[in-house]
């Protein structure tokens, strides 16, 4: 089973849909998650991070369940420019800083 | 602000050739880390440096070495090069933690092939 696991898509949606994207990850030690985002030929960029609460920047709501070992990304009212590729990552456990990556998810917000 | 800034941006390599990939950073940031990410794949952690003088394997170490020059600077070597390291590679700094990774920030990416 891989560490990481995204729905590689693509998504494809018009714009102003809501879309989500779940992602499970498999150590259960791990204590820092995040949603990266990376367009075509670019590097990863950070877009959150995720908190045992929830949180919520704008357009976009992130939520981790570590019952269930997985983190969820919620876009609202998706624009054009919201189309990449969505990274789910975590670390590999308590005070380890190395970081796992997912494959990612791609999202096509279509006019 | 330059941020994390990644030395060539290009290259074309012939099997068994040598170079070294090089990434500074200017945010003062203890860890480093590099990594390769091929289609499908995602990015896999190669190695890291956790603060000046120290380095670590990752997932993917065979092949690389590499040295952490001082605070700022993080380079990675490819010895003997392989067509199977043909990749593009990201070099990445975050900062102290403070009981909580800190999220990492990524240079462009050095796009690597090997022939």
């Known amino acids: 089973r891989k560490e990481v696991e995204q729905d590689p898509g693509p998504f494809n949606v018009p714009e102003g849909a809501t879309v989500a994207f779940n992602c499970t990850y498999s150590?259960?030690?791990?204590?820092?998650f995040f949603w990266y985002r990376q367009d075509c030929r670019k590097e990863p960029k950070l877009l959150m991070s995720?908190?045992?609460s929830g949180n919520e920047d704008g357009r976009f709501t992130a939520q981790l369940n570590r019952a269930s070992q997985y983190i969820s990304l919620l876009i609202r009212d998706s624009k054009l420019s919201d189309s990449a590729t969505y990274l789910c990552?975590?670390?590999?456990?308590?005070?380890?800083?190395?970081?796992?990556f997912g494959s990612g998810t791609r999202l096509q917000v279509q006019p | 602000n330059a941020g994390v800034t990644q030395t060539p941006k290009f290259q074309v390599l012939k099997t068994g050739q040598s170079m070294t990939l090089q990434c500074a950073q200017d945010?003062?940031?203890?860890?480093m880390y590099w990594y390769r990410q091929d289609p499908g794949m995602g990015l896999r952690l190669i190695y890291y440096?956790?603060?000046?003088?120290?380095?670590d394997k990752g997932e993917v170490p065979n092949g690389y070495n590499v040295s952490r020059l001082n605070k700022r600077e993080f380079s990675l070597r490819l010895e003997s090069a392989a067509p199977s390291q043909t990749s593009v590679y990201f070099c990445?700094?975050?900062?102290?933690?403070?009981?909580?990774?800190?999220?990492?920030?990524f240079g462009d990416g050095t796009r690597l092939s090997i022939l």
């Open positions: 945010m003062n940031h203890n860890s």
């Open positions: 150590n259960s030690a791990s204590q820092s």
């Open positions: 990552v975590v670390n590999k456990g308590t005070g380890r800083r190395a970081l796992t």
């Open positions: 990445a700094s975050s900062g102290q933690d403070r009981g909580s990774n800190q999220p990492q920030h």
């Open positions: 995720v908190y045992s």
């Open positions: 440096s956790a603060s000046e003088g120290t380095t």
